[in-house]
């Protein structure tokens, strides 16, 4: 099959041919009909993923039609349409048996711990688990988004923050997460500011639901939003992961707020500076949200299908597998408007 594989961490990758996976006993593979390039798998190519051995196909947020089944797979057959959470549970630990997949104890990440979906062919783990049926009204590309962006968002804004109708919420980092976050925070009820430092992502951040925007570079971003909220947010996210933009939401917060962590913090942000006083002060609550279970993707599926949310104002630029490692690289310089999504094999 054609993939893209790099040989070294930070050295651009290639389009090579590689063997074709072949499923596991309770695996699948997948043939990728679209799979997106998240900021996520720039971190894995930049080294700061220490589950990743070389050589390496990334590629984590995927939709697709199964080709192949494993002896041991009961719930899924050739030709389903499906998609996966970027986090596969293993089925047989704690954590997986409280239904928390998303924080399994031995969980496994196509394009992390194996070969992911920059190419034509995926190997899944624990199908019966894992995977999701699909819509058969949802095209591709919107699908792809869901298993990363979309998903993390909805469980960070939902599950997490727990957001209501007439809450405040700001969103740090209009990106594939961030504006994810606000349509969905949105689309709860709530009264969403969306923050960025770019005037297009800001725009769509109101046309998907933002009460009000704030410009990142021209202002300071704690106190413009506890001024337009009369006191802070109930519930920040920082969608970006970025000591600034985790510091901002900390701080715009009112008393007993919650801060959301969703954008990862690897590298040199991994261990940032907190302001404590203000958390024990006034009694702020830091969560992470890392995914979401493939069973909590059917109250995501019925607000899509409501049309309460819409996915599909998400994604961008469609791109190739042969223009993918070029995308990949520049994830870190330039993030477009919309998530980027491989979709031509």
Not at 74 to 97: A, L, Q, R, Y
Not at 118 to 134: G, M, S
Request: overall charge negative; proline content about 6%; glycine content about 10%.
């Amino acid at each position: 099959m054609k993939a893209v594989l790099f040989e070294k961490f930070q050295e651009a990758p290639k389009l090579s041919t590689v063997d074709d996976p072949t499923p596991a006993p309770h695996g699948v593979v997948l043939k990728v009909a679209a799979t997106g390039v998240c900021r996520s798998d720039w971190h894995g190519w930049m080294g700061h993923d220490s589950d990743i051995d070389l050589p390496h196909v990334p590629g984590h947020e995927l939709a697709g039609v199964v080709e192949a089944v494993g002896k041991d797979v009961k719930n899924w057959k050739v030709g389903d349409k499906v998609t996966v959470p970027f986090i596969c549970g293993c089925g047989s630990c704690s954590e997986c048996h409280s239904g928390n997949q998303q924080v399994c104890l031995h969980q496994e990440q196509p394009g992390f711990t194996h070969w992911g979906s920059f190419a034509e062919y995926v190997p899944i783990h624990q199908a019966d688990l894992n995977l999701v049926a699909l819509p058969e009204t949802m095209d591709f590309a919107t699908a792809a988004s869901l298993g990363c962006r979309f998903a993390t968002s909805f469980r960070a804004v939902i599950d997490q923050g727990k957001v209501s109708a007439g809450q405040w919420v700001a969103v740090h980092g209009c990106g594939g997460v961030g504006l994810s976050a606000v349509m969905i925070a949105a689309a709860a009820g709530a009264n969403v500011i969306g923050v960025d430092l770019d005037p297009a992502k800001l725009t769509v951040a109101k046309d998907l639901g933002a009460v009000a925007t704030i410009n990142g570079r021209e202002t300071d971003v704690p106190a413009a939003i506890r001024e337009v909220t009369k006191g802070g947010a109930h519930v920040s996210l920082d969608a970006l992961g970025h000591p600034v933009t985790m510091t901002n939401s900390i701080l715009c917060l009112r008393p007993r707020g919650k801060h959301v962590q969703v954008g990862l913090m690897l590298g040199d942000h991994a261990a940032p500076a907190i302001p404590m006083p203000k958390i024990v002060g006034q009694e702020i609550e830091l969560l992470g949200s890392h995914g979401m279970q493939a069973h909590r993707y059917g109250a995501m599926l019925e607000m899509v299908a409501s049309g309460r949310l819409d996915p599909s104002r998400l994604v961008g630029q469609q791109i190739t597998l042969a223009e993918a490692p070029q995308a990949l690289m520049d994830m870190d310089k330039f993030q477009s408007v919309g998530a980027t999504v491989i979709t031509r094999f």
